[in-house]
């Protein structure tokens, strides 16, 4: 059996188990934007930080930003909305700000 077929079986008793039937997010779209917005070198080593239990401050925000995204999707009265989406805009910002730093690092040191 070839390892494709392998995980497909695999995939498929776990659908059939119910396993990811409670997942987080099941029928909404992700937005994979500010994940592909990151450099590929920034994002291999954020995925190397994680794996050894290591969070950088960019992958707080993006979690918080994810986390608010959340709360936003379940609040409906207006005021709260507003003031959620409020602290959406101000860690994109906090974001983009961080990333743009970190460009600008490669940036000169690529020209060295």
């Known amino acids: 059996m070839s390892l494709e077929k392998a995980v ?3 995939i498929k008793e ?6 990811f039937d409670n997942l987080k ?14 450099p590929e070198d920034v994002r291999n080593a954020y995925a190397m930080l994680k794996g050894a239990g290591m969070v950088s401050a ?3 925000l993006l979690q918080e930003i ?5 709360r936003l999707a379940t609040t409906y009265e207006e005021k709260d909305r507003n003031r959620i989406k409020k602290m959406i805009r101000e860690k994109q910002l906090q974001f983009n700000v961080m990333l ?3 460009k600008r690092q ?3 040191s690529s020209r060295k």
Do not use: H, M
């Open 8 to 10: 497909e079986a695999i």
């Open 14 to 19: 776990a659908q059939e188990r119910g396993d």
């Open 25 to 38: 997010g099941k029928g909404k779209p992700i937005d994979l934007t500010a994940y592909f917005e990151t």
């Open 58 to 60: 960019e992958v707080d």
């Open 66 to 70: 994810a986390a608010l995204k959340d």
């Open 100 to 102: 743009e730093r970190q």
């Open 106 to 108: 490669q940036s000169k």
